[in-house]
Each structure stands twice: as C-alpha cells, then as structure tokens.
Nanobody
C-alpha cells in the first residue's frame, strides 16, 4: 500500500505565503516525478509544478516567480512554497507522485487535497 498525504493549506491574505508538504509512505521502492496540481471551483484540475528526482522543475506560467517546488528524496516528501499569493490561487491543491512499489508495480498516486484560500 502507498499513501500520499498533503498538509499545510489554509487561509491567507493576498500577498501572503504558505508552504505545502506532500509525504509519500508505504511500500515504496522508488519515486519518480512528483507534482502539485490545483482545482478551483467550477474549473478543471491544472498543473502547478513538477520536480524530478534530480531536481529538474517545471512551472505553470501563472505561478512562475512566485511558487517554488522542492523535494527531500530521503524523506519521500515534496514541498510547494507559495509566495505573493493572489485570490486566483484559491483552490484545492493536490499532490501527485509516480511511484514504483517494492512489488514492482508502478502507478500514479494522488493525495486527498488541501484547501488554499487567499482572501482578505
């Protein structure tokens, strides 16, 4: 069994910061790309940022220069530092990880999501 759990969401004022964490646990052999996605009410889920095991990152244009993704491979954890937050960043943020288990099965795992609300 593999679990992916996000934490760190909440309510923040425009211009503020939040740091999200995503921890993977269970029968993990290897974690490949990890990523953050978000879904606002009435909209489709969209990519926010991804990071490879070697640290190569990719960002949506809407968050470039404001958000930073990182990971700690030893802890099977990814982070999303969000700065200069805007009301349009309000969404449920989901973590995604491409994981190979010790049983040699590979799959994409999603967390349950964490709410981020940017409002004054």
């Amino acid at each position: 069994q593999v679990q992916v759990v996000e934490s760190g969401g909440g309510l923040v004022q425009p211009g503020g910061s939040l740091r999200l964490s995503c921890a993977a646990s269970g029968s993990i052999f290897r974690i490949d790309t990890m990523g953050w996605y978000r879904q606002a009410p009435g909209k489709e889920r969209e990519l926010v940022a991804t990071i490879t095991p070697g640290g190569t990152t990719n960002y949506a244009d809407s968050v470039k220069g404001r958000f930073a993704i990182s990971r700690d491979n030893a802890k099977n954890t990814a982070y999303l530092q969000m700065n200069s937050l805007k009301p349009e960043d309000t969404a449920v943020y989901y973590c995604n990880a491409f994981i190979s288990t010790i049983y040699m099965r590979t799959n994409t795992y999603w967390g349950q999501g964490t709410q981020v609300t940017v409002s004054s």
